[in-house]
């Protein structure tokens, strides 16, 4: 056979706008996510919470409350494993400390759980969590995360406290330090004649998924912890429960229905071991659902992050030097914390490899007794780019050079190589493109200069770029298996998460490519650990890039194993044959010596039955006699083959492939904002955005778009309307949809979004990623055109109508006062 | 409290707590359709049709629907099935979480605005929140199904657009040099008219005296911020407080 090679031009599938496998089910409304899907009559778990950000358990009495009708048991402390874990869905040796307990003596945060309620009914829980009471001994916290290194009150003072990175120091409030020098640094930056030294900072913003996180636990029939929850990461999620039980991994099972949106959020168990200790320790279903209100408090946000930007570039308007200094609030736990904080400058500096001479970018991360945050979308990037992008804006804007022309001068190219970033070259970067395309879009030249309506309003444009990674390099594992079932159609089976991305629909356009079929044809099961093949899972942005490499080499597999079924039915060798998605057969142009001509074509089944039939009568090999059929059977059709796989065979019609990268090609993007600002007000109005990406070869364009826009929706509410503040306690007071205001259809409109593609080569059909990086340049943007049109830079989102306005007043930011900070 | 009421075309009669939820009782009768978000009233997840309007289930006390009529999208399967696939083609169904509000919100404004504009659309779903899709691809769908049901061809927003020379589709509106010179004439006509690009040009801005391009009219990167130096410093003294 030959081998499978297929031109760009000539994809029929990649690249084709094809709805998603689910979407009839999901817009119909149909039983398919976890709450759904479950039994009602599960014990209902929850949690009573500390109201207090750092405090000692004394003492928690729970007599009256077991005597509450339908209880099933109350738990504390003194009940669970007293081994550490962590809930970061992360590969192991996760790179998060171990700092977590499923209940612990020391409670770290205003939400952190006391005890778990467990009972028959709603109402029963609500009533025991009611008549629990708990005495506590009170801790002085350490809130303000600027204050919170070398502090000496320590959130995590614990013996068996286990990190996994060795820049983490418990006894310091570390969890992780980061340096990353190319160049002289100081010395560049000194030789600059513009220096700039600027500090921008970003809140915990929410992820915002419509589903609750929620999970539910059974003993399945071979007595194992079955857990089938909303979450991004099925294997890690076994891993996590066995250690938090303090069990066999073995005995764990997890599984992923669908899933109401993730965003990174379920990338970390935030609640399964709660319902997985009770339905270990009863033996009895049970389910968690959190509320809205728990999601908010108590989830796993962004990291808080302050990032002091020092650029030093010259009259000309070359950069010369980046320099970056990253404090990030991990809270009171360590989830992600040592991963994110390195985006902010791994992905950011590297933007300006072009004529960039050195770099500098080092990074804290520390515990506070605040909620700890986690993984959301952007991952760290989002914070760093939101700094740099800002800090350009303002360099630009000093200099007078406009900054879509100062950021041409400077970018990265194809073909380059990018030290700040694990000195990887751009090997598919269309970044310039993206600029350019984006200006001719957005109408730039017509759009930048400000322009005063007359009515009291003001319109002005802002610009920002963006990247990020497409996996985990030399970390991230994915897997596909995919099988020949019957009447030729294909299972596949994947590890990976879809969670309304698409990613079933577009590793079966991958497959479907190789196999030369409909991807209709091919039926997508995720996420099992009992079924599927292992995948990290759905995170990093790594899903296209990584396990549509390993679809792509499973069809491949497959496509020789579908070749050699086939030659063996037509009593050939496999080099003789080829596949076109329906049949397999002869080549004359494949043939070897002595081989007939194909010339006639048999279409008749019977004569396939017969063949069958020849091998039926004992163990002949397949490839048997060629004499058997040659000359009469020139192809024989996918289905046949597929009805030969299962009558006395021995080549199995399936086939797994595992991939890893050892690198991770950055998708880019340039974004483009034009506002209206009401000066009376500070109220800004978005008119329009343009964005044009580079994600290599879109495989499903109308999904990378939809990405897209809804992650450019989320950037524009982080930008403009998602506030998070503290009280003294260090709790949030946005506690539910109602004070967090996440973007309504209202807000904004005209968002418009194209594509450049670039061909990646590492990566399957040339794909690179699209998660992510869509989330990061309305902040930058929409910051730079607040300034155009008022004058004050704003350097902490979100830029309300308050702060727009007050800060007009006063002639710089205006910040509302940080309650954690008067303590 | 006992409560009998048409769900879906069938009386259902059935004993309830007196302080149960509409969308409480319609999930124990297995309309799992019906999704909650936020238990505050502001995501429209929960939307049915009480007595033909759209209503916030997690918000009605059972007792209020009392022999009325309330349909979920389990009963209205065939006039969703009008639209569905419109949006199915832009990929607006995403994680579907907040899909059959949504539809249910479509249904009620169909009925009660039978050709409604893009802005009556944006008006009328404006409780359906979604965080997955920035509402677009929604919006886009909507108006490719207006116009297709009104026998237009011409003008529907089916595919993405995509460049490259990877696909042979090259962008060629514009290209960097063309961008470049037409970026440094306007720079120049700028400069001609002073102030004319000046950001805080224009009567009656409430402008800081420094700090802005506007005094900055040398040019050179040093004398340009006055005000932004004194952000600086503050930041800085942020900054001293980890070190």
């Given at each position: 056979?030959?081998?499978?090679?297929?031109?760009?031009?000539?994809?029929?599938?990649?690249?084709?706008?094809?709805?998603?496998?689910?979407?009839?089910?999901?817009?119909?409304?149909?039983?398919?996510?976890?709450?759904?899907?479950?039994?009602?009559?599960?014990?209902?778990?929850?949690?009573?919470?500390?109201?207090?950000?750092?405090?000692?358990?004394?003492?928690?009495?729970?007599?009256?409350?077991?005597?509450?009708?339908?209880?099933?048991?109350?738990?504390?402390?003194?009940?669970?494993?007293?081994?550490?874990?962590?809930?970061?869905?992360?590969?192991?040796?996760?790179?998060?400390?171990?700092?977590?307990?499923?209940?612990?003596?020391?409670?770290?945060?205003?939400?952190?759980?006391?005890?778990?309620?467990?009972?028959?009914?709603?109402?029963?829980?609500?009533?025991?969590?009611?008549?629990?009471?708990?005495?506590?001994?009170?801790?002085?916290?350490?809130?303000?995360?600027?204050?919170?290194?070398?502090?000496?009150?320590?959130?995590?003072?614990?013996?068996?406290?286990?990190?996994?990175?060795?820049?983490?120091?418990?006894?310091?409030?570390?969890?992780?330090?980061?340096?990353?020098?190319?160049?002289?640094?100081?010395?560049?930056?000194?030789?600059?004649?513009?220096?700039?030294?600027?500090?921008?900072?970003?809140?915990?913003?929410?992820?915002?998924?419509?589903?609750?996180?929620?999970?539910?636990?059974?003993?399945?029939?071979?007595?194992?912890?079955?857990?089938?929850?909303?979450?991004?990461?099925?294997?890690?999620?076994?891993?996590?429960?066995?250690?938090?039980?303090?069990?066999?991994?073995?005995?764990?099972?997890?599984?992923?229905?669908?899933?109401?949106?993730?965003?990174?959020?379920?990338?970390?168990?935030?609640?399964?071991?709660?319902?997985?200790?009770?339905?270990?320790?009863?033996?009895?279903?049970?389910?968690?659902?959190?509320?809205?209100?728990?999601?908010?408090?108590?989830?796993?946000?962004?990291?808080?992050?302050?990032?002091?930007?020092?650029?030093?570039?010259?009259?000309?308007g070359?950069?010369?030097?980046?320099?970056?200094?990253?404090?990030?609030?991990?809270?009171?736990?360590?989830?992600?914390?040592?991963?994110?904080?390195?985006?902010?400058?791994?992905?950011?500096?590297?933007?300006?490899?072009g004529?960039?001479?050195?770099?500098?970018?080092?990074?804290?991360?520390?515990?506070?007794?605040?909620?700890?945050?986690?993984?959301?979308?952007?991952?760290?990037?989002?914070?760093?780019?939101?700094?740099?992008?800002?800090?350009?804006?303002?360099?630009?804007?000093?200099?007078?050079?406009d900054?879509v022309a100062l950021r041409l001068k400077n970018i990265?190219r194809?073909?380059?190589?990018?030290?700040?970033?694990?000195?990887?070259?751009?090997?598919?970067?269309a970044l310039d493109r993206c600029l350019v395309h984006c200006a001719s879009?957005?109408?730039w030249n017509?759009?930048?200069?400000?322009?005063?309506?007359?009515?009291?309003?003001?319109?002005?444009?802002?610009?920002?770029?963006?990247?990020?990674?497409?996996?985990?390099?030399?970390?991230?594992?994915?897997?596909?298996?995919?099988?020949?079932?019957?009447?030729?159609?294909?299972?596949?089976?994947?590890?990976?998460?879809?969670?309304?991305?698409?990613?079933?629909?577009?590793?079966?356009?991958?497959?479907?490519?190789?196999?030369?079929?409909?991807?209709?044809?091919?039926?997508?099961?995720?996420?099992?650990?009992?079924?599927?093949?292992?995948?990290?899972?759905?995170?990093?942005?790594?899903?296209?890039?990584?396990?549509?490499?390993?679809?792509?080499?499973?069809?491949?597999?497959?496509?020789?194993?579908?070749?050699?079924?086939?030659?063996?039915?037509?009593?050939?060798?496999?080099?003789?044959?080829?596949?076109?998605?329906?049949?397999?057969?002869?080549?004359?142009?494949?043939?070897?010596?002595?081989?007939?001509?194909?010339?006639?074509?048999?279409?008749?089944?019977?004569?396939?039955?017969?063949?069958?039939?020849?091998?039926?009568?004992?163990?002949?090999?397949?490839?048997?006699?060629?004499?058997?059929?040659?000359?009469?059977?020139?192809?024989?059709?996918?289905?046949?083959?597929?009805?030969?796989?299962?009558?006395?065979?021995?080549?199995?019609?399936?086939?797994?492939?595992?991939?890893?990268?050892?690198?991770?090609?950055?998708?880019?993007?340039?974004?483009?904002?034009?506002?209206?600002?009401?000066?009376?007000?500070?109220?800004?109005?978005?008119?329009?955005?343009?964005?044009?990406?580079?994600?290599?070869?879109?495989?499903?364009?109308?999904?990378?778009?939809?990405?897209?826009?809804?992650?450019?929706?989320?950037?524009?509410?982080?930008?403009?309307?998602?506030?998070?503040?503290?009280?003294?306690?260090?709790?949030?007071?946005?506690?539910?949809?109602?004070?967090?205001?996440?973007?309504?259809?209202?807000?904004?409109?005209?968002?418009?979004?194209?594509?450049?593609?670039?061909?990646?080569?590492?990566?399957?059909?040339?794909?690179?990623?699209?998660?992510?990086?869509?989330?990061?340049?309305?902040?930058?943007?929409?910051?730079?055109?607040?300034?155009?049109?008022?004058?004050?830079?704003?350097?902490?989102?979100?830029?309300?109508?308050?702060?727009?306005?007050?800060?007009?007043?006063?002639?710089?930011?205006?910040?509302?006062?940080?309650?954690?900070?008067?303590? | 409290?006992?409560?009998?009421?048409?769900?879906?075309?069938?009386?259902?009669?059935?004993?309830?707590?007196?302080?149960?939820?509409?969308?409480?009782?319609?999930?124990?009768?297995?309309?799992?359709?019906?999704?909650?978000?936020?238990?505050?009233?502001?995501?429209?997840?929960?939307?049915?049709?009480?007595?033909?309007?759209?209503?916030?289930?997690?918000?009605?006390?059972?007792?209020?629907?009392?022999?009325?009529?309330?349909?979920?999208?389990?009963?209205?399967?065939?006039?969703?099935?009008?639209?569905?696939?419109?949006?199915?083609?832009?990929?607006?169904?995403?994680?579907?979480?907040?899909?059959?509000?949504?539809?249910?919100?479509?249904?009620?404004?169909?009925?009660?605005?039978?050709?409604?504009?893009?802005?009556?659309?944006?008006?009328?779903?404006?409780?359906?929140?979604?965080?997955?899709?920035?509402?677009?691809?929604?919006?886009?769908?909507?108006?490719?199904?207006?116009?297709?049901?009104?026998?237009?061809?011409?003008?529907?927003?089916?595919?993405?657009?995509?460049?490259?020379?990877?696909?042979?589709?090259r962008f060629s509106v514009l290209s960097e040099d063309e961008l470049l010179r037409s970026i440094s004439e306007r720079a120049g006509?700028?400069?001609?008219?002073?102030?004319?690009?000046?950001?805080?040009?224009?009567?009656?801005?409430?402008?800081?005296?420094?700090?802005?391009?506007?005094?900055?009219?040398?040019?050179?990167?040093?004398?340009?911020?006055?005000?932004?130096?004194?952000?600086?410093?503050?930041?800085?003294?942020?900054?001293?407080?980890?070190?």
């Open positions: 056979m030959k081998e499978f090679v297929r031109e760009r031009k000539d994809y029929k599938s990649v690249g084709k706008s094809i709805p998603k496998k689910d979407s009839t089910q999901l817009l119909l409304g149909k039983p398919v996510y976890t709450e759904d899907i479950t039994p009602g009559d599960a014990l209902v778990v929850k949690l009573l919470r500390s109201p207090h950000p750092h405090a000692n358990v004394l003492k928690v009495n729970r007599e009256v409350a077991l005597k509450v009708p339908g209880i099933g048991g109350i738990y504390t402390w003194e009940d669970v494993p007293q081994k550490r874990f962590s809930i970061a869905g992360q590969t192991y040796p996760e790179p998060s400390p171990y700092d977590r307990l499923i209940l612990d003596r020391r409670v770290r945060s205003v939400g952190d759980p006391v005890a778990i309620v467990a009972g028959e009914s709603e109402k029963a829980v609500d009533k025991a969590l009611g008549l629990i009471r708990v005495e506590y001994e009170i801790l002085e916290p350490v809130l303000d995360f600027r204050r919170a290194l070398d502090n000496p009150v320590l959130v995590h003072p614990e013996d068996n406290w286990i990190p996994h990175q060795d820049a983490s120091d418990a006894k310091r409030n570390l969890i992780f330090h980061e340096e990353d020098t190319h160049g002289d640094v100081e010395k560049v930056y000194g030789d600059c004649e513009v220096q700039l030294d600027r500090t921008y900072r970003i809140k915990p913003v929410q992820q915002g998924y419509m589903e609750t996180v929620r999970a539910y636990c059974e003993i399945d029939r071979y007595g194992r912890l079955h857990c089938i929850s909303s979450t991004q990461i099925v294997f890690h999620i076994r891993r996590i429960l066995a250690n938090a039980l303090d069990i066999p991994k073995s005995m764990v099972r997890a599984e992923k229905p669908r899933i109401g949106g993730g965003f990174g959020a379920k990338q970390t168990a935030v609640c399964e071991v709660y319902p997985a200790f009770v339905t270990w320790k009863t033996k009895q279903p049970s389910r968690i659902v959190y509320t809205r209100q728990e999601c908010m408090t108590i989830g796993s946000p962004r990291h808080e992050m302050e990032v002091r930007v020092k650029v030093g570039a010259m009259k000309d070359s950069i010369r030097s980046i320099d970056m200094h990253t404090l990030s609030n991990g809270g009171a736990y360590g989830e992600h914390s040592t991963t994110t904080v390195g985006l902010s400058g791994h992905k950011s500096i590297p933007m300006y490899t004529g960039c001479e050195a770099t500098r970018f080092v990074a804290d991360v520390v515990y506070t007794n605040v909620q700890s945050a986690g993984a959301y979308r952007g991952y760290g990037a989002t914070q760093g780019i939101f700094a740099l992008e800002s800090a350009i804006n303002e360099i630009a804007e000093q200099l007078q050079i900054p990265v194809e073909g380059m190589l990018m030290p700040a970033y694990f000195g990887e070259t751009a090997n598919a970067c879009n957005f109408g017509e759009k930048y200069p400000v322009r005063d309506m007359g009515n009291g309003k003001v319109r002005a444009a802002g610009v920002a770029m963006s990247m990020q990674g497409s996996c985990i390099s030399n970390v991230d594992v994915g897997s596909c298996t995919l099988k020949l079932s019957d009447e030729g159609t294909y299972n596949m089976l994947i590890g990976a998460a879809d969670m309304g991305t698409g990613c079933d629909t577009i590793l079966a356009q991958m497959a479907a490519e190789v196999l030369d079929c409909e991807p209709d044809r091919i039926a997508v099961f995720g996420a099992d650990t009992d079924a599927s093949p292992y995948d990290s899972g759905s995170y990093a942005s790594s899903t296209t890039y990584i396990t549509g490499m390993a679809a792509m080499k499973a069809a491949e597999e497959l496509r020789e194993k579908i070749c050699k079924i086939g030659a063996g039915l037509l009593g050939c060798s496999v080099d003789e044959v080829d596949f076109d998605g329906e049949y397999v057969y002869r080549d004359a142009s494949l043939a070897t010596a002595g081989a007939p001509a194909a010339d006639g074509v048999c279409e008749d089944a019977s004569l396939a039955g017969e063949s069958t039939g020849n091998s039926d009568n004992g163990d002949a090999p397949l490839a048997g006699s060629a004499a058997d059929c040659s000359g009469s059977m020139q192809r024989v059709s996918l289905a046949e083959i597929a009805l030969k796989s299962q009558i006395n065979n021995r080549i199995s019609p399936e086939a797994t492939a595992t991939w890893s990268s050892p690198v991770s090609p950055p998708p880019y993007m340039a974004g483009m904002v034009e506002i209206e600002l009401d000066k009376e007000t500070g109220s800004v109005e978005i008119l329009d955005y343009q964005g044009v990406v580079d994600c290599g070869i879109p495989v499903n364009p109308n999904l990378a778009r939809v990405q897209t826009e809804g992650g450019i929706g989320q950037g524009i509410g982080m930008a403009l309307y998602e506030n998070i503040t503290y009280n003294e306690k260090g709790a949030i007071g946005e506690n539910s949809f109602m004070q967090y205001n996440m973007p309504t259809r209202l807000d904004y409109k005209n968002i418009n979004i194209e594509f450049e593609t670039s061909y990646e080569p590492t990566g399957p059909f040339g794909v690179k990623s699209i998660g992510e990086i869509v989330i990061n340049t309305p902040a930058p943007a929409i910051a730079h055109a607040i300034y155009r049109a008022s004058g004050v830079w704003l350097r902490t989102p979100p830029f309300t109508p308050e702060k727009i306005v007050l800060s007009m007043q006063q002639g710089s930011e205006w910040e509302a006062p940080d309650l954690r900070c008067w303590s | 409290m006992f409560i009998s009421l048409t769900l879906n075309g069938k009386m259902i009669a059935d004993l309830a707590d007196a302080d149960m939820t509409l969308y409480a009782f319609l999930r124990k009768h297995h309309c799992y359709s019906v999704k909650c978000g936020c238990e505050t009233s502001n995501c429209g997840l929960c939307t049915v049709l009480l007595n033909d309007k759209p209503v916030l289930s997690c918000s009605v006390p059972l007792g209020r629907v009392s022999g009325c009529r309330v349909d979920t999208l389990e009963g209205l399967e065939e006039e969703a099935g009008e639209f569905i696939g419109f949006l199915a083609e832009q990929g607006a169904d995403q994680c579907g979480f907040c899909n059959p509000g949504y539809v249910m919100n479509i249904i009620a404004m169909l009925r009660e605005i039978p050709d409604p504009s893009d802005e009556e659309i944006r008006q009328y779903l404006s409780g359906n929140l979604c965080r997955c899709t920035g509402y677009e691809s929604q919006t886009r769908a909507l108006r490719n199904f207006l116009n297709a049901r009104k026998g237009k061809t011409e003008g529907l927003d089916l595919d993405a657009k995509v460049y490259g020379e990877e696909l042979g589709k006509n700028a400069a001609g008219s002073a102030g004319a690009e000046n950001p805080t040009a224009g009567a009656g801005t409430p402008m800081m005296g420094g700090g802005t391009p506007a005094s900055s009219a040398d040019g050179s990167g040093t004398t340009a911020g006055p005000a932004v130096c004194a952000d600086s410093s503050d930041s800085t003294s942020g900054k001293g407080a980890d070190a």
